[in-house]
């Protein structure tokens, strides 16, 4: 936390729930909302909160001012100051990422302004990202003398890999357009445009039932990581457990009688 922001009490997460979404903000816009260990353990506290909340369905992360994420809080690293993001900033900054990841909740990166280095791992661990037209992306680390190590396991997952060498080696900063191309966000719209099209993802994941959803963010993140002999006997066993369960009778019910199930909004 800064010195401003501990004589103002403000915090550099802002974390709301409505409507079934939590809203995890990045909140210190001054600082182009860059990565360190206050705002990491925020967020990475926002995430849990939500997981242990029945009545959050959807995450949508995002950042306060022109800036969604500027990476990481470079301040003090050339001084090999311990406390720098140069320290312990990179695990960190790997947990954070694998909450992500792993969230049983569907996860949605508003991306409302710029983003640079370690943003773009913000990006690439959301399921799902919406960005402003006029945002601007770039994999700066190497323009600075490092490398976009950790951030590098969820951006080469998401992105076609002629883009990946492109955009991470050349560090150029590129339209949102360009990171859409390389499949790193889902949608590009106006500014305008911008908290409909998240609404409109909402909307869609919230027909979906919960344990449903956690189990096929489980099969988007293993199954292309396994042999296709265990792939099948793994997805065989979680198929069978899922049908058998209380929300999938549920769903199945509400599809045969036309009804809506017990999750899904009213309409």
Request: net charge negative; glycine share 10%; hydrophobic share 50%.
């Amino acid at each position: 936390m800064t010195e401003e922001q501990a004589q103002t009490g403000a915090s550099p997460i802002h974390y709301e729930v409505a409507a079934g979404v939590a809203t995890i903000t990045i909140n210190s816009p001054e600082r182009r909302n860059v990565l360190d260990a206050t705002s990491i353990l925020g967020m990475r506290e926002a995430l849990a909160a939500a997981a242990a909340d029945d009545a959050v369905r959807v995450i949508v992360l995002t950042g306060a001012g022109n800036t969604f994420c500027a990476g990481a809080d470079l301040s003090g690293a050339t001084g090999g100051d311990a406390a720098s993001f140069a320290g312990s900033g990179p695990r960190a900054l790997a947990e954070l990422l694998v909450d992500l990841l792993d969230h049983p909740k569907p996860t949605i990166a508003r991306v409302q302004g710029h983003v640079a280095g370690g943003g773009n791992g913000l990006v690439a661990a959301c399921d799902l990202a919406v960005a402003i037209d006029t945002a601007k992306f770039a994999f700066s680390e190497v323009r600075v003398g490092v490398a976009p190590a950790v951030i590098s396991v969820v951006c080469l997952d998401k992105m076609h890999r002629s883009d990946g060498y492109e955009l991470l080696l050349t560090g150029e900063r590129v339209l949102a357009a360009r990171v859409a191309q390389a499949g790193l966000v889902n949608r590009v719209v106006p500014a305008e445009a911008l908290d409909e099209a998240v609404a409109e993802l909402v909307g869609q994941l919230r027909l979906g039932g919960p344990a449903a959803l956690a189990a096929t963010k489980k099969l988007l993140r293993q199954v292309p990581t396994m042999s296709r002999a265990d792939a099948f006997a793994w997805t065989s066993d979680l198929s069978a457990e899922i049908f058998a369960s209380a929300e999938a009778k549920d769903g199945m019910t509400a599809f045969l009688t036309r009804g809506r199930p017990s999750w899904a909004p009213a309409e």
